[in-house]
């Protein structure tokens, strides 16, 4: 099973493009049926469905798991199968047909406008990692992209003049995101100075760490951990809190949900409904400026 644990992961960093956090869950997930298996001297090749209810008990009761993550434990064994399926390892997937428990409904967490000029306010922009840092901020700020999009960003790929960036999606899809002029005047900074001084071994992408590498979506989260910590702000920061900022603050703005969607490159407009949990303030100030008998005259 070890081996095909890790043709599979294999598979979805360069045949599917998955994130190397979402990787590494599944992994996670994987390990923890494994040990499962082990444990009840089950053979994963030959699973059954009352074994896959007792694995759910297992995960709720015993590992004390939440919802949400027995879900995604299960979306990894559903796609693992899969994978097993097309290999003809296995003959079925055993987890088709099995559904997880019903998540708990989170709000997204975001930054207020205040709080993103105190974190803009951090990095030092005579530095070239201070450069660097303070465009990881802009482009995830301004453009609502995956961590793992932005790591793989390549200098031929940014277009200056459009204010565009074609990056590679979820499921190896091409899309354009876009930027603004805060975003492109600290770009045109760190290209012109920080880029130069870190990119000794002349790579291809944008954003380069301490040992002239291409900086990894593990980097840009310890980035960001260090930013908050110079802060006052008493939140939690990630690149996709980030990303929850961008859609949130569109929508405040008066900005479409279907726009929204096209811009995250969701899918779905499921998977954006999340974001529709617009301020109250928000909500009044539309209602009285939109509703003609909301008001006197």
Request: hydrophobic residues 30%; contains cysteine.
């Amino acid at each position: 099973m070890d081996k095909n644990i890790e043709s599979f992961s294999e598979y979805l960093k360069y045949q599917r493009n998955y994130s190397e956090y979402t990787i590494t869950s599944y992994k996670d997930d994987l390990k923890l049926y494994k040990e499962y298996l082990e444990r009840e001297s089950l053979d994963y090749k030959k699973i059954e469905y009352t074994d896959l209810r007792n694995f759910l008990r297992y995960l709720k009761e015993e590992k004390k798991e939440k919802n949400s993550s027995i879900c995604r434990n299960l979306s990894a064994l559903r796609t693992f199968y899969n994978y097993l399926l097309t290999k003809e390892i296995t003959t079925s997937n055993p987890f088709t047909y099995i559904n997880g428990p019903k998540k708990e409904r989170r709000l997204p967490r975001y930054f207020e406008y205040n709080e993103l000029e105190e974190l803009f306010s951090v990095p030092d922009l005579k530095d070239p990692f201070g450069q660097r840092n303070r465009l990881i901020l802009e482009l995830l700020y301004a453009s609502g992209m995956r961590v793992g999009e932005l790591v793989n960003i390549k200098v031929k790929d940014i277009n200056k003049y459009d204010l565009t960036i074609k990056i590679l999606g979820k499921g190896n899809k091409e899309r354009l995101v876009h930027f603004g002029e805060y975003a492109k005047e600290i770009m045109e900074l760190y290209l012109k100075d920080g880029y130069k001084k870190l990119n000794i071994d002349n790579l291809e992408y944008l954003l380069i760490n301490n040992k002239h590498t291409k900086l990894t979506e593990r980097g840009v989260r310890d980035i960001l951990d260090k930013i908050i910590k110079q802060t006052d702000i008493s939140k939690h920061i990630s690149p996709h809190m980030l990303r929850h900022t961008f859609a949130t603050h569109l929508l405040n703005e008066g900005c479409d949900i279907l726009s929204v969607q096209k811009l995250l490159g969701h899918e779905s407009i499921s998977a954006t409904g999340i974001y529709t949990h617009v301020t109250t303030d928000h909500l009044k100030s539309v209602y009285y400026n939109s509703f003609p008998r909301a008001k006197m005259k």
